[in-house]
């Protein structure tokens, strides 16, 4: 009971520093410059003729900061955002009471839209061109359609799997933005920003540990800082150096380069099981007891961009210097 109880106080902890390290004005948003800029012509634009802005599509690894550019559009529109998610919305009637109830030029921000189950989808097209909603009323031969006019409002959508997204969902969107991994300057921009908030002592050694692990996604650099300085305080240390992150590092079985024990399986068993490979996707996910989706979306993405792993069309591959981090000699290798 105790041990829950100060469990749900560290979530509650970590949730409420979440909340503060997220950025609230595009100055505090690092990086992706491109997307802000073409965002602020977006908003600008739409404030100028007075109407509500395009749809919007984020699209990218999870913790790159999509749900903070939807909040910050909502701000610069000088609206508000309401938000929801694909698997939230049960029935059509669930998405039909959202509409329903915004206020003329809110946004609302769907998170995980290739979620969306496809007859609710149908719900979505009339509000997203025309701002109708079209309702069923009765069933069999007295059944009605009711059409509803809505407010001007502004769908963002965010998705993590944009090929799994349906194309008339898609072709809806009047701009898509698709998020990368951001680069290691931008990362160690994050990690000091971040540690400036929470009034952490962190050396440049240190924050350049930090970064390196932090598969140049944000939510991973903030998650990474907050367990150093768990570390650091519990081993009474008053500044986080290099010593103190990589240490940190080790206990949560990081490496330097932000792979996690799964990371390291996945690609040892393709090595010891498949012979480097090329293995299917499907084989490889029953060989790991790992959901597809899982491998497609939060392993391979940073171990492919770091150049360890290639899809190809017979399946996946690992490439030469994985073999040399996990320290591993390739079979028929001399040396
Ligand atoms: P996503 O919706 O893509 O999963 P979030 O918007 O929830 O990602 O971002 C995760 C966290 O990372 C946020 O709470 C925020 O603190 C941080 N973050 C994301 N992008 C940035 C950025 N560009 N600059 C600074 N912090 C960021």
């Known amino acids: 009971m105790a041990q829950t109880k100060k469990i749900k106080t560290e979530e509650k902890d970590d949730l409420s520093i979440d909340h ?7 100055s505090e948003y690092v990086g992706q410059e491109k997307i802000k800029d073409s965002l602020r012509v977006i908003i600008e634009a739409a404030k100028k003729r007075k109407e509500s802005s395009d749809h919007v599509l984020f699209a990218g690894p999870a913790g790159l900061g999509k749900t903070t550019l939807a909040y910050l559009v909502a701000q610069e529109l000088g609206s508000h955002a309401r ?6 919305l049960e029935k059509a009637g669930d998405l039909a009471a959202i509409l329903t109830n915004l206020e003329p030029g809110e946004i609302l921000f769907i998170d995980e839209a290739h979620r969306i189950n496809p ?17 069923v009323i009765g069933k069999g031969p007295s ?3 009711l059409s ?11 998705t993590t799997r944009e090929n799994l997204l349906s194309q008339p969902l898609r072709s809806r969107f009047g701009a898509t933005f698709r998020l990368n991994y951001y680069t290691p300057d931008d990362i160690k921009k994050i990690v000091l920003r971040s540690a400036g908030i929470l009034g952490m002592d962190v050396l440049p050694e240190a924050v350049a540990v930090l970064a390196r692990a932090s598969r140049g996604t944000p939510r991973v650099a903030n998650r990474l800082l ?35 024990p799964q990371d390291r399986r996945l690609l040892t068993i393709i090595i010891e099981k498949f012979n480097g490979g090329p293995v299917g996707v499907n084989t490889l996910s029953a060989a790991l007891s790992e959901d597809r989706g899982v491998i497609e979306e939060i392993y391979e993405p940073y171990l492919m961009t770091l150049g360890f792993l290639q899809r190809s069309p017979l399946g ?17 290798d001399l040396l």
């Open 119 to 135: 007859l609710i989808e149908e719900v979505l097209y009339p509000a997203m061109e025309a701002r109708k909603l079209h309702l």
């Open 143 to 145: 059944a009605r359609t």
């Open 316 to 332: 996946r591959i690992v490439l030469p210097p994985a073999y040399e981090h996990l320290g591993i000699k390739k079979k028929g």
């Open 226 to 260: 907050k367990r150093a300085r768990d570390y650091a305080e519990v081993n009474n240390k008053k500044e986080i150096d290099a010593k103190v992150a990589r240490e940190a590092l080790a206990m949560l079985e990081i490496d330097e380069l932000g792979l996690e």
């Open 83 to 88: 938000t929801t998610s694909g698997p939230a």
């Open 148 to 158: 509803l006019d809505l407010p001007a409002f502004t769908l963002v959508a965010a």
């Open 20 to 26: 503060a390290l997220r950025p609230r004005a595009w």
